[in-house]
């Protein structure tokens, strides 16, 4: 009796170690937050269907042409000269942005004055402005007879609109708010103990801004520049106005692609936007990779 | 190096942080400000290290006049509550760092500061963490790192702001013995704020007890504890318990005259009593005018509670004390004091 009931533990035993041992999915980690299946793959469905459908459906026509054809296509003096444009105003504008917009944060972030908060709203407006209207403004103002652009041009011999240097101002107008919105917040926590302890350790400011602030801030100002340059290589609206339009000179990848459609020229229209879409993604890429490595540095 | 402050006040807005404190540091000896939050202890140290500046007073550091000093000319360390590590750096650009930011010509080469930041770390025992990053060390790991940061510059006072406050318990304790023997070792002229009376008691050559802007008493651990200077003290350093009462011919009356106790000084007519816990003995009586309250024991120490006519005194005695006289909760009892300060009212 007692020896049966011994046996009928020991199965029982063994029956519950192989039954307990479910199997555990490859990516989940125990967790007590329910829904992980639910959320995954609404998440990755959602993605799916919002910018994965509409990128694949642009590949996919693009391939209409063959890899010789697509080559040919984006390869046209006209395409490249447009290429150098569009990704290389964007950068100017995106690292312009970068450094006065991390001033403005700074300034909203460190002092108080009278207007504060009105300076603080009107950050946000290239945001809530159709890019058109930027874009006519913008032009107006640094046209030859604009109010700015005509003394610009009488005393320093300065054109702004119409040139690559009107485009880079539209798209620093346009780019602004993302890199002031994603520093503000990082310098706002940042705690004056370490800037103080710094002082005392007999650092400059400036000593204690370059190895202590900047460090702490850099991740975000990197977002906030990806941001901006992103923006600045889909602007279109803005830069059509000031750019003059010139092919191989003032026109933009966007505009490019427009006019090619214009001229019922499908395929290669998806051809300059599937190799736009390339190099962006490339960018950003690495520019997120740049980031990790900066917060693996000090990871929790 | 000594430290002299004089006349020095501070306020933000309506309140007054600091009202006219005048102290004097020796050097090489270790202070502790002692006082309940917004005494103005830890502004009296940041206004020592520049991080704050006065309304009006002044500051001699070595006999020099240093109000007008930057905090980086001060040549002093200073240790923050919550470490401010830098959180980029590792433990060892850390401790470097003070030492990196010199103006060319004072830098010590990069072996040098190898040699020094090895060093410090091996002072605070942190030698194998070096190359970890700040968030991966525990809170004393950090506050010890904060330490040997501060000691890099060479500086010539030490100041801590509440060093072992987001410390647990024990690592607190540890901390604070391994820091007393730190000090014995090198000499150097600290000054430590903290709110926890036993902290200051063990830890401090001499203890200042503030208390809203100004400071109560300036005195060894054992002088303030034996003789407080003040109520306030009295209540602040320890356990007490606190009575009204009237003092007739160095006779104060208790509990409407329940209880009779010796005093010393002048007081007379309406006073404020009071007694430590240890300094109240209990017997046990069954015509005695307490009665036990309630019992508690905590480690190797007993609390009781006494009901003596509406009023609630708490005596403190060791366990075998407690098992000697046998007594438990609801027993009547009898009360001596042994010691008592009383002042005016």
């Known amino acids: 009796m007692v020896a049966a009931a011994d046996s009928d533990g020991a199965l029982a035993g063994k029956g519950g170690a192989v039954t307990v041992r479910a199997p555990v999915p490859l990516f989940r980690k125990p967790s007590i937050l329910p829904g992980f299946g639910l959320t995954l793959g609404f998440t990755l469905s959602y993605l799916g269907f919002i910018v994965l459908v509409p990128l694949a459906a642009l590949i996919v026509r693009s391939s209409g042409l063959g890899w010789s054809g697509f080559w040919s296509a984006v390869t046209t003096p006209r395409v490249l000269a447009a290429f150098e444009v569009s990704f290389g105003l964007s950068f100017a504008a995106a690292l312009t942005n970068a450094i006065f917009g991390f001033l403005v944060a700074w300034v909203l972030v460190r002092y108080d004055f009278p207007g504060k908060r009105l300076v603080d709203a009107l950050v946000d407006l290239p945001f809530a402005l159709p890019t058109a209207v930027a874009g006519i403004a913008l032009s107006a103002l640094y046209a030859p007879n604009g109010w700015l652009g005509k003394p610009l041009n009488e005393l320093f011999g300065m054109k702004v609109a119409f040139t690559p240097l009107g485009i880079a101002i539209a798209l620093t107008f346009i780019g602004l708010p993302f890199v002031v919105r994603t520093v503000q917040p990082i310098l706002q926590d940042l705690p004056a103990e370490e800037e103080e302890a710094a002082a005392s350790l007999g650092a400059s400011r400036f000593q204690t801004f370059c190895s202590v602030i900047l460090p702490a801030i850099l991740p975000a100002l990197v977002t906030g520049f990806a941001l901006s340059f992103a923006r600045g290589v889909g602007e279109y609206g803005s830069v059509i106005f000031i750019a003059g339009n010139m092919p191989g000179l003032t026109e933009i990848l966007p505009l490019l692609i427009v006019i090619k459609l214009e001229q019922y020229d499908y395929a290669g229209a998806a051809a300059v936007g599937t190799a736009m879409l390339g190099v962006s993604f490339v960018m950003l890429l690495i520019l997120n990779l740049l980031q990790q490595w900066m917060r693996s540095r000090h990871a929790r | ?345």
């Open chain 2, 1 to 345: 190096m000594a430290i002299q402050v004089s006349g020095i006040t501070k306020r933000f807005n309506d309140f007054t942080a600091l009202d006219s404190v005048d102290l004097e540091v020796k050097s090489g000896e270790l202070l502790a400000l002692l006082g309940p939050s917004g005494s103005g202890k830890t502004t009296l140290l940041r206004i020592m290290a520049g991080l704050e500046s006065p309304d009006g007073g002044s500051l001699l550091l070595n006999g020099e006049e240093a109000l007008g000093l930057k905090p980086r000319d001060r040549q002093v360390g200073f240790v923050f509550q919550h470490y401010a590590l830098f959180r980029h750096m590792t433990v060892f650009d850390n401790v470097a760092f003070g030492l990196k930011v010199r103006p060319r010509g004072e830098r010590p080469g990069s072996a040098e500061i190898k040699r020094r930041v090895t060093e410090l770390l091996e002072l605070v025992q942190l030698s194998p963490f070096a190359g970890r990053y700040p968030a991966q060390l525990s809170g004393g790991q950090r506050q010890r790192v904060a330490l040997a940061r501060a000691l890099a510059i060479e500086p010539k006072v030490l100041l801590l702001d509440e060093p072992f406050g987001a410390l647990d318990a024990k690592v607190r304790k540890e901390l604070r013995r391994w820091l007393r023997k730190l000090h014995d070792d090198i000499h150097i002229t600290s000054v430590f704020v903290t709110h926890d009376q036993e902290e200051a008691l063990e830890l401090a050559d001499r203890v200042v007890v503030m208390n809203q802007g100004r400071i109560e008493q300036i005195g060894t651990p054992a002088e303030v504890y034996d003789h407080p200077a003040s109520a306030f003290v009295y209540e602040f350093l320890g356990q007490v318990n606190r009575f009204d009462c009237t003092v007739e011919g160095g006779i104060a009356h208790v509990g409407g005259g329940a209880l009779a106790i010796p005093t010393q000084g002048g007081v007379q007519g309406p006073a404020v009593a009071y007694v430590r816990p240890h300094d109240l003995g209990v017997t046990p009586a069954s015509a005695g005018p307490a009665r036990i309250s309630g019992i508690h024991v905590v480690g190797p120490d007993a609390r009781i509670d006494i009901d003596l006519a509406g009023l609630s005194l708490e005596a403190e005695m060791d366990r075998e004390r407690l098992a000697t006289l046998g007594i438990a909760a609801g027993d009547r009892c009898a009360i001596h004091i042994d010691r008592a300060r009383v002042f005016a009212r």
